[in-house]
């Protein structure tokens, strides 16, 4: 894992708070969570290579 990931990540999860933190003090708490919910699922679609790797690394070491 590189740290140019974390920083992606750390970048998402700012801009998501921001925006949701915007977007409640407007009144308009349903976007808000569209907006929470999507940042989440994008920051997933993000890890699920990381996460691949991780399980053929296991596969690997036990031999599976």
């Given at each position: 894992m590189d740290t140019g990931l974390?920083?992606?990540i750390v970048g998402v999860g700012l801009l998501v708070s921001?925006?949701?933190q915007i977007l409640s003090?407007?009144?308009r708490?349903?976007?808000?969570?569209?907006?929470?919910?999507a940042g989440v699922v994008l920051i997933m679609l993000m890890l699920v290579s990381e996460?691949?790797?991780l399980l053929q690394t296991i596969r690997s070491l036990f031999g599976l």
């Open positions: 974390i920083f992606r921001v925006a949701c003090k407007t009144g708490d349903e976007q808000s969570m569209l907006v929470s919910v996460i691949s790797d």
